[in-house]
């Protein structure tokens, strides 16, 4: 199982010349294990910021070309990179509640949005034993500013994230699971062993609400999220605020 869970795919093209070419600049194989697991974490936690891609099944080297990325294509990202580090890893699918991204998602077309997303993290094996990892999709900047929005606050379910530990997310790596969005999860779709698995039986957003979605909600969606990074956080109105700030434990 483990072979399998390092090979390439498609989707986790780690053979690609980006890859390689960041992983030997970055002198990751010369690390041990736990240190390659936390480059690769980090790397994409701080330098793939938190944003909304054309799609989901996106090639790992194009999440890494955009340098921006959400649950779903940083977590191609990340796996891709800990594979090309010869650390076994596997693809864990669910759907989130939609109320997870209120505050990003333009109060005007909020109600018409899908109630399920889908979401994901990586789950690693380390030390005889599987890490779930799913902390790495809000860089610091974002959580940052939630925490000054929200510092009496440790429920939080809105604005991208979805944790009961707002004030002190334990978002580093040190060898055991994070997570930022797993109290807005809903429904449970299982292990794959790679996102190409994962996508060939869930899609969402395709026909014209994909277009409408790829060629101008998305881009909306990123300018709210420059604007959280930057310490504007939007309010929510009406009942739906209250929910959100108290946050939906699902897990």
Same mark, same amino acid.
């Given at each position: 199982?483990?072979?399998?869970?390092?090979?390439?795919?498609?989707?986790?093209?780690?053979?690609?010349?980006?890859?390689?070419?960041?992983?030997?600049?970055?002198?990751?194989?010369? &690390?041990?294990?736990?240190?390659? =697991?936390?480059?690769?974490?980090?790397? *994409?936690?701080? @330098?793939?910021?938190?944003?909304? %891609? +054309?799609?989901?099944?996106?090639?790992?080297?194009?999440?890494?070309?955009?340098?921006?990325?959400?649950?779903?294509?940083?977590?191609?990202?990340?796996?891709?990179?800990?594979?090309?580090?010869?650390?076994?890893?596997?693809?864990?699918?669910?759907?989130?509640?939609?109320?997870?991204?209120?505050?990003?998602?333009?109060?005007?077309?909020?109600?018409?949005?899908?109630?399920?997303? &889908?979401?994901?993290?990586?789950? =690693?094996?380390?030390?005889?034993?599987? *890490?779930?990892? @799913?902390?790495?999709?809000?860089? %610091? +900047?974002?959580?940052?500013?939630?925490?000054?929005?929200?510092?009496?606050?440790?429920?939080?379910?809105?604005?991208?994230?979805?944790?009961?530990?707002?004030?002190?997310?334990?978002?580093?790596?040190?060898?055991?699971?994070?997570?930022?969005?797993?109290?807005?999860?809903?429904?449970?779709?299982?292990?794959?062993?790679?996102?190409?698995?994962?996508?060939?039986?869930?899609?969402? &957003?395709?026909?014209?609400?994909?277009?409408?979605?790829?060629?101008?909600?998305?881009?909306?969606?990123?300018?709210?999220?420059?604007?959280?990074?930057?310490?504007?956080?939007?309010?929510?109105?009406?009942?739906?605020?209250?929910?959100?700030?108290?946050?939906?434990?699902?897990?």
């Amino acid at each position: 199982m483990s072979h399998v869970l390092t090979q390439p795919t498609p989707l986790l093209d780690y053979h690609s010349e980006a890859i390689q070419t960041l992983i030997e600049e970055r002198g990751w194989l010369d &690390l041990t294990p736990f240190a390659r =697991i936390g480059a690769a974490y980090d790397f *994409v936690r701080e @330098e793939i910021l938190f944003g909304y %891609n +054309a799609g989901d099944a996106l090639p790992a080297s194009k999440v890494l070309a955009d340098g921006f990325g959400q649950c779903n294509t940083k977590s191609t990202l990340l796996m891709a990179l800990l594979r090309g580090l010869g650390i076994p890893s596997r693809f864990h699918g669910f759907t989130i509640t939609k109320s997870l991204q209120r505050g990003i998602v333009p109060e005007l077309i909020y109600p018409i949005t899908p109630q399920n997303i &889908l979401h994901s993290w990586v789950e =690693i094996e380390f030390e005889g034993r599987w *890490v779930q990892l @799913e902390g790495f999709i809000l860089d %610091n +900047a974002v959580i940052e500013s939630l925490q000054r929005r929200f510092p009496e606050r440790s429920a939080l379910c809105a604005y991208g994230a979805g944790t009961q530990r707002l004030q002190d997310p334990g978002l580093q790596w040190e060898g055991q699971s994070t997570y930022v969005q797993s109290t807005g999860i809903n429904q449970d779709f299982g292990l794959y062993d790679a996102p190409d698995d994962f996508y060939a039986r869930h899609r969402q &957003l395709t026909g014209l609400r994909g277009f409408i979605y790829r060629h101008f909600v998305r881009h909306w969606m990123n300018r709210r999220v420059h604007g959280i990074r930057n310490g504007k956080v939007p309010s929510i109105g009406g009942r739906d605020r209250s929910r959100a700030a108290t946050g939906v434990a699902h897990l």
